[in-house]
C-alpha cells in the first residue's frame, strides 16, 4: 500500500491535468529562472496561464530540488 502525497507535491496531478504539462516540462521551464527569486518565478509561472496556489507549489519543489531554496 503507498502512502499518499503531501505537501506541494499533491498537486502535481491536477497541475498536470489542468494546463496540459507534465511536471518534467514545468520543471525544465522554470531551469533558466533558477537564479530568480521565489515570487519572480512563480510571476513567471503565472504569465505561462498557471494560477497562483499551483505556481508556488512548483516553484517550491523546483527550489528544494533544483537549487535556489
Known amino acids: 500500500m503507498s502512502e499518499a502525497v503531501k505537501g506541494p507535491k499533491s498537486y502535481f496531478p491536477s497541475i498536470e491535468e489542468k494546463y496540459g504539462k507534465s511536471i518534467d516540462e514545468w520543471i525544465a521551464l522554470l531551469g533558466p529562472h533558477a537564479g530568480e527569486k521565489h515570487m519572480e518565478q512563480v510571476a ?26
Do not use: P, S, T, Y
Open 44 to 69: 513567471f509561472l503565472k504569465d505561462q496561464g498557471m494560477g497562483h496556489g499551483h505556481a508556488n507549489a512548483l516553484v517550491h519543489v523546483f527550489r528544494a530540488e533544483h537549487g535556489g531554496a
